[in-house]
C-alpha cells in the first residue's frame, strides 16, 4: 500500500526559505514519478514540479528559479527545496506518486507552507 508523509511545512517571512520532505513507503520508491503540488482554498490543486525515475525536472513557470525538487532513492525520501518565498506561495503542499506502468496515482495528506510576515 503506497504512503506518502509530507513534513517540513510551517511559517516563514517573505524571502525566506524551507525544505518539504515526503516519506514514501510501500512501494519500490525508484520506480515511481514523483511530483508536488499545492493548493490554496477554493481552488484546484496545482502542479509545481516533477522528477522522472531518471532524475528529469519540470516545474510551473511560477516557481521555476526558486524551488528545486530532488529525491533520494536510498531513503525513499523526496525533497522540494523552496527559497525566496513570497506570499503566493502560501498553501498546503501535496506529494504525489505516479506509477509510470500503470498511471495510478497516490497523495500524501498535505503539510501547510505559510509566507507571512
Known amino acids: 500500500q503506497v504512503q506518502l508523509v509530507e513534513s517540513g511545512g510551517g511559517v516563514v517571512q517573505p524571502g525566506g526559505s524551507l525544505r518539504l520532505s515526503c516519506a514514501a513507503s510501500g512501494f519500490t520508491f525508484s520506480y515511481y514519478e514523483m511530483s508536488w503540488y499545492r493548493q490554496i482554498p477554493g481552488k484546484e490543486r496545482g502542479f509545481i514540479a516533477r522528477?522522472?525515475?531518471?532524475?528529469?525536472?519540470k516545474y510551473a513557470d511560477s516557481v521555476k528559479g526558486r524551488f528545486t525538487i530532488s529525491r533520494d532513492n536510498a531513503q525513499n525520501t523526496l525533497y522540494l527545496e523552496m527559497n525566496s518565498l513570497a506570499p503566493d506561495d502560501t498553501a498546503v503542499y501535496y506529494c504525489?506518486?505516479?506509477?509510470?506502468?500503470?498511471?495510478?496515482?497516490?497523495w500524501g495528506q498535505g503539510t501547510q507552507v505559510t509566507v507571512s510576515s
Open positions: 504525489n506518486a505516479a506509477d509510470i506502468y500503470t498511471g495510478s496515482n497516490s
Open positions: 522528477i522522472t525515475v531518471g532524475g528529469y525536472t
